[in-house]
């Protein structure tokens, strides 16, 4: 069975910094691109930051202050989040790729991980 | 960036209703469409892609159409397990980008 799981999110201040991570399990890691997304609580979905073996891509509202990549032979996923805003604020999942492609359509998703940026 | 619009933003619909949602993209994406559900405190589940290809185990019930600008997404009789918030996401290119969601409950 495909699965992922996140880890790392908390309460944070403002201006600080996590590192998400996220374990796959079930599939061949290193042939898929990977994405984090986001849920603020009570709004949509927001696409976040994809990677694949040769590209990382970045949501303008978080494009120089978050950082993601990956570890092919730990099967893990990360994202760097620094100098974070109280509007970061938001259940994290990582979610894989149906393809190596980082825009294709999203097959396998994490249950996430809280972040709160607050004072 | 393209935005995509969906209508409605919630629907309520009676028990083997049939119900449409729609999804218009600022910008022509081809085919790079896809639908996901997501029951409440659940997380997303990829319904179609490629705008009309049914994933694999979803129920005969759901089908998607549309290519270009305007898509849909139809449940043919709807059931109560079917109450969720359903999103369209593009994926011609990044960023990869949601609608806002359309909330389905139940009349």
């Known amino acids: 069975e495909m699965q992922l799981l996140e880890s790392g999110g908390g309460l944070v201040q403002p201006g600080g910094s996590l590192r998400l991570s996220c374990a796959a399990s079930?599939?061949?890691?290193?042939?898929?691109?990977m994405t984090w997304a986001r849920q603020a609580p009570g709004k949509g979905l927001e696409w976040v930051s994809a990677?694949?073996?040769?590209?990382?891509y970045y949501a303008d509202s978080v494009k120089g202050r978050f950082t993601i990549s990956r570890d092919n032979s730990k099967n893990t996923l990360y994202v760097q989040m620094n100098n974070l805003r109280v509007e970061d604020t938001a259940l994290y999942y990582c979610?894989?790729?149906?393809?190596?492609?980082?825009?294709?359509?999203?097959?396998?998703w994490g249950q996430g991980t809280m972040v709160t940026v607050s004072s | 960036d393209i935005q995509m619009t969906q209508s409605p933003s919630s629907l309520s619909a009676s028990i083997g209703d049939r119900v449409t949602i729609t999804c218009r993209a600022s910008?022509?994406?081809?085919?790079?469409l896809a639908w996901y559900q997501q029951k409440p405190g659940k997380v997303p589940r990829l319904l179609i892609h490629?705008?009309?290809t049914l994933k694999s185990g979803v129920p005969s019930r759901f089908s998607g159409s549309g290519s270009g600008t305007d898509f849909t997404l139809t449940i043919s009789s709807l059931q109560p397990e079917d109450v969720a918030t359903y999103y369209c996401?593009?994926?011609?290119?990044?960023?990869?980008?949601f609608g806002q969601g359309t909330k389905l409950e139940i009349k």
């Open positions: 979610a894989k790729s149906q393809s190596f492609a980082a825009t294709d359509g999203f097959d396998v």
């Open positions: 079930g599939f061949s890691f290193g042939t898929y691109a």
């Open positions: 990677i694949s073996n040769d590209n990382t």
């Open positions: 910008q022509g994406i081809s085919n790079y």
């Open positions: 490629a705008a009309s």
């Open positions: 996401q593009k994926y011609n290119s990044v960023p990869c980008t």
